[in-house]
């Protein structure tokens, strides 16, 4: 079993260095966004025509080595990817374009030596060696083999920080006969539950959503007032309720995995599309948007690694129309927000609770077909988990 984690180290640049790196980032957006103009415009994602494209204008164009270049294109190829296919679709889409650039650095143009607390880095000034701080809850990982790493610059902050991922192979963990579907809400940030309905746990969004109202209206009186301390503010305010998110979804994660054996499995919905799928009013529309779902998942995939928990993805489309208990599937079956009574059987349940269940077993189902798209870096069996 192999296990990734990502430790964000704080870079220590001389003046000097710190100048030369703002310039690195200044042409790798430029490098970026003329990649994309050029590829939104001629409507093509693909790698090798876009260098050929893009390649030799943005190398005289700027004072990038080779390999950046090469990262910005690549970059560029991912976002334009994304962007073109939903314009193609007829859905909102627009060219790509970058403000703040992260610096993706591959292994020809980064050295990292964990131990010395010292890594070294491309830029437009040639080979630059940098000092980072390591905290020591991250020297645990000292021994751990760096396979990526990139670079952002917070303008709030005025700091460079380094996102260096690094992995360990670990033995595998004996698969169990244990799973649960976790249904992502508005209500309930999160509902979990077996097949078998042993296991229901409801994390309520209430006391969140309080809060998160509360930093809402702040929000709004700070931004008519529009005077410098009231911009001041917005900034401040705006870390706290990222930190508040952020908490939330860990706290979230924590339990969820606590409730699953090592060797188990955890079922998450796919979440593309799933601001367009759920339909909704003005008030809650903004709470969808707002809160970081991908965040709360990637959190649980993080956590659940550690304990050899693997984590997978279904479609979870007509989960809250689908009755859990003989798959009869009708709109009319979901009587409100909280509660579900199938037109076929009259079965009656919470409708969350029946989301989750419904989760589950689409991922039974699936195994059947190969359909089960797995977290990243988890490499450890499923247990069949046996619904009843």
């Not at 990649?35 to 004072?63: D, F, P």
């Not at 952002?152 to 996102?163: E, M, W």
């Not at 698969?175 to 249904?183: A, R, T």
């Not at 509360?214 to 529009?226: D, I, P, V």
Request: with cysteine; glycine share 6%.
């Amino acid at each position: 079993m192999k296990l990734q984690r990502t430790l964000k180290l704080v870079l220590k640049p001389t003046e000097e260095q710190k100048q030369i790196l703002l310039e690195t980032l200044e042409q790798y957006k430029f490098a970026y966004n003329y990649t994309c103009r050029i590829g939104w415009e001629a409507e093509t994602w693909n790698g090798v025509q876009l260098h050929k494209l893009t390649y030799y204008t943005v190398r005289n164009k700027t004072s990038l080595p080779s390999q950046l270049v090469i990262s910005a294109r690549v970059v560029a190829t991912e976002s334009l990817k994304s962007a073109i296919k939903r314009k193609k679709k007829g859905l909102k889409s627009r060219c790509p374009e970058s403000k703040n650039p992260v610096i993706r650095y591959d292994k020809r143009s980064y050295t990292v030596w964990l131990n010395r607390e010292e890594v070294s880095l491309a830029t437009v000034g040639g080979r630059q060696k940098f000092k980072v701080k390591i905290p020591d809850y991250f020297k645990q990982y000292l021994d751990w083999k760096v396979t990526s790493t990139n670079l952002k610059y917070d303008k709030k902050l005025k700091k460079f920080f380094l996102n260096i991922t690094v992995e360990k192979d670990f033995p595998d963990v004996e698969p169990v006969d244990f799973c649960v579907g976790v249904d992502l809400g508005l209500r309930k940030l999160a509902v979990v539950s077996t097949p078998d309905g042993k296991i229901n746990r409801f994390f309520n969004g209430g006391h969140i959503r309080t809060v998160s109202e509360r930093y809402f209206a702040l929000r709004k009186r700070l931004q008519s007032k529009g005077t410098p301390s009231a911009k001041r503010h917005l900034k401040k305010l705006s870390q706290k309720e990222k930190r508040f998110r952020t908490a939330v979804n860990h706290k979230i994660a924590k339990e969820i995995v606590a409730l699953v054996p090592a060797g188990g499995v955890i079922v998450l919905e796919k979440l593309k599309g799933i601001r367009q799928r759920i339909k909704v009013n003005k008030q809650n529309r903004r709470w969808i948007h707002s809160w970081n779902f991908a965040q709360l998942q990637q959190f649980i995939e993080y956590k659940a690694q550690a304990k050899g928990i693997r984590v997978v993805y279904v479609d979870a489309r007509y989960t809250s129309q689908k009755c859990s208990r003989c798959g009869y599937i009708s709109r009319s079956n979901r009587i409100d927000q909280s509660h579900f009574v199938c037109k076929h059987c009259g079965f009656s349940l919470n409708a969350d609770l029946n989301a989750s269940r419904n989760i589950v077993k689409n991922y039974l189902t699936s195994l059947h077909r190969g359909e089960v798209r797995t977290g990243a870096g988890i490499s450890a069996p499923v247990g069949r988990c046996q619904p009843s």
